[in-house]
């Protein structure tokens, strides 16, 4: 199984362009999250949904939206770059409808520099 | 809000020996969730441990184990007989317990970059 996708591996973008990061799981899992992991700082949360047609603010969502108009997919958009968020970004899915705890899984990352 | 913190930034041992990576945390929560994470150079997250707040055991995992002090707000990863292949980022996290229908938001530390030397 796949598991999780994201689309592109990579990319350099101009300042002030736009940019979809997209984000695709086959877990049919109902939550599905976006972080971005710096140096010095770990991972942090930007957005997160619970479940189609939901979503929710994360730690550090200004700059950055997102929609989930179905299950599988979860695109993080970037209406005007700005070299602050030159970062490595990660998507990730869980069965938070599950009885008990459910692991987090999560794709293998987009890398984006915006110059 | 929860934080976490990883004081140590890098750590390097020889093959073989035991090491021990540090996280402490911080939480008004009496129940929760802590976990380890791993990220190796091809960038992918890996759950290596998980340790339910409510457990007063320690959890295992093959040559992976933690001390977890509650009242310390300690959480330390221990592991045994290290090998090559755990050269890797090493991330600790938090989460406040499972909510029905709620999203499951981790709160990860700055990461320990792990080095095992031949």
């Known amino acids: 199984t796949a598991g999780i996708t994201q689309a592109p591996t990579s990319q350099i973008l101009a300042a002030g362009r736009s940019m979809t990061l997209r984000c695709t799981q086959d877990?049919?899992?109902?939550?599905m999250y976006w972080y971005r992991q710096d140096l010095g700082l770990g991972l942090r949360l930007i957005h997160y949904?619970?479940?189609?047609?939901?979503?929710g603010k994360g730690e550090v969502p200004d700059g950055y939206s997102v929609s989930r108009a179905n299950t599988d997919d979860f695109p993080l958009t970037l209406a005007s770059a700005v070299p602050s968020q030159t970062s490595v970004y990660f998507c990730?899915?869980?069965?938070?409808?599950?009885?008990?705890?459910?692991?987090?899984?999560f794709g293998p990352g987009t890398r984006l520099t915006v110059l | 809000a929860q934080t976490v913190t990883q004081s140590q930034p890098e750590m390097s041992v020889q093959e073989a020996e035991t090491v021990t990576l540090s996280c402490t945390y911080d939480?008004?929560?009496?129940?929760?969730?802590l976990f380890w994470y791993k990220q190796p150079p091809s960038r992918q997250m890996i759950l290596v441990i998980r340790?339910?707040?409510?457990?007063?055991q320690n959890a295992t995992e093959n040559r992976f184990s933690v001390n977890f002090q509650k009242a310390a707000k300690s959480f330390s990863l221990k592991i045994s007989d290290s090998q090559l292949g755990d050269t890797a980022m090493y991330f600790c996290?938090?989460?406040?317990?499972?909510?029905?229908?709620?999203?499951?938001?981790?709160?990860f530390g700055q990461g320990t970059r792990l080095t095992i030397n031949p």
């Open positions: 939480t008004s929560e009496s129940n929760y969730y």
């Open positions: 990730a899915s869980s069965d938070s409808l599950a009885a008990s705890w459910d692991e987090q899984f």
């Open positions: 996290a938090f989460m406040n317990t499972f909510t029905i229908q709620g999203a499951q938001k981790l709160v």
């Open positions: 340790q339910e707040a409510y457990k007063q």
């Open positions: 877990m049919r899992h109902n939550a």
């Open positions: 949904s619970n479940t189609a047609g939901t979503t």
